[in-house]
């Protein structure tokens, strides 16, 4: 499962699925961890931000990691390939080693670190609450965007974050080229970058990070980092396109040629589709219902339903996802979703 993580995989982040009474709809969401399988992630990302943070004082938590867990080793039972189940760890220290020794029962591989909870927290009161989980569960680190709950984190807690042995693999999500660079040197540096994955959160900037190769380490000969997979909610959506993008950055990268201008064209295209879905006229706050909306056009949920009734698509929102849809029919896998939507909802 490390090799697969550190080869590269596309890993949604796995929204909630809910009725509209807004509890929890099992059924679209099974069909939801089905859809991501079918169209080829590699792996699941459940409990994190896009699953909705409030899940965990409504109680479910548990039930839908478990769920995920059950819907993933149905497919695997069948003969096809692991799949890396990543949970998201979140909350003070002891809550947050309860919620990683869940996962790790549950058969969970890696837990995504959120440090949100620790608010203005210490760099070394930071890394001992990292050590305590890493007890429990191996880590994938997670630099959160700041407009939806992150903090800054400086570049001495990343240098002192990879030291932690079991440290795997980070997600770079700070929507800030400045500090993305904060991640990927501290790596470079540490000696690590042949054990620790570097997979894009950016959803502003995602092919980019996918095929820039990323020389920063001090050593003369040092090879390049490379971001290797996505863990991001806006694969969450339109996953089959993802999983393509993503092949075709991992065999330019191979190549060591000039990047195919039809793959930077892409990339802006897709920086454009994820400002509507995500809301960032707005700070970000339609972010999870735009996702919601995709797939409720797609038949996967029910409705744009979240756990807090007022959240919902900002003003002006939906227009520009109609927008998106409209000027890059490329990018959704509308077809994929209609062959096979009857067969995920079983």
Not at 166 to 184: E, G, M, Q, S
Not at 199 to 210: A, E, Q, V, W
Not at 224 to 252: D, K, M, N, S
């Amino acid at each position: 499962m490390l090799a697969r993580l550190r080869r590269g995989v596309a890993i949604p982040a796995h929204p909630l699925a809910l009725t509209a009474g807004r509890r929890l709809d099992e059924r679209r969401q099974r069909a939801l961890t089905r859809y991501y399988l079918a169209a080829g992630a590699g792996g699941v990302a459940v409990g994190v931000h896009t699953t909705q943070v409030a899940i965990r004082e409504r109680g479910l938590y548990g039930p839908v990691l478990e769920l995920a867990a059950e819907t993933v080793a149905e497919r695997e039972h069948r003969g096809r390939p692991p799949i890396v189940r990543v949970a998201g760890i979140g909350g003070p220290t002891r809550p947050a080693v309860r919620e990683a020794g869940l996962a790790a029962a549950l058969g969970y591989h890696a837990g995504l670190l959120s440090l949100s909870a620790l608010g203005e927290a210490t760099v070394p009161r930071l890394v001992a609450h990292a050590r305590a989980v890493a007890e429990v569960i191996p880590l994938f680190g997670f630099y959160l965007q700041r407009a939806v709950g992150g903090r800054l984190l400086p570049p001495e807690f990343w240098r002192r974050f990879v030291e932690i042995e079991n440290v795997v693999a980070i997600k770079i999500a700070p929507f800030d080229r400045y500090r993305t660079l904060d991640v990927v040197r501290a790596v470079a540096e540490s000696g690590r970058a042949g054990e620790i994955a570097l997979y894009t959160g950016n959803d502003d900037s995602i092919l980019l990070d996918l095929l820039t190769p990323f020389h920063l380490a001090r050593r003369a000969g040092t090879r390049p980092l490379r971001i290797v997979g996505g863990l991001l909610g806006h694969w969450a959506f339109w996953t089959r396109r993802a999983v393509q993008q993503l092949a075709a950055c991992q065999r330019a990268a191979r190549s060591a040629g000039p990047v195919p201008g039809a793959l930077l064209r892409l990339a802006a295209q897709i920086t454009d589709a994820n400002a509507a879905v995500f809301d960032a006229a707005n700070g970000f706050a339609g972010c999870i219902p735009g996702i919601h909306e995709i797939l409720r056009r797609q038949g996967l949920l029910a409705g744009r339903w979240c756990l807090d009734p007022g959240e919902d698509l900002s003003p002006g929102q939906r227009a520009e996802i109609e927008r998106v849809c409209a000027a890059y029919p490329h990018l959704n896998d509308d077809g994929f979703v209609a062959r096979h939507l009857d067969e995920w909802l079983r």
